[in-house]
């Protein structure tokens, strides 16, 4: 939900979850989350210009 509202403080809470996690699976997600939010795709391709 963090990285679909976005937004600096969203941005900083992920990731500070994805240092604190510790279960592979959550941390992916979160890193999924970033990239979304940041506008870049997981497979190294770019989002909205």
Excluded: C, T
Aim: glycine share 20%; aromatic share 0%.
């Amino acid at each position: 939900a963090l990285g679909r509202i976005g937004g600096g403080e969203a941005l900083d809470a992920l990731r500070r979850a994805l240092e604190a996690e510790s279960d592979a699976g959550v941390r992916e997600e979160i890193r999924a989350a970033l990239a979304a939010a940041e506008g870049v795709l997981p497979g190294g391709g770019q989002g909205r210009p």
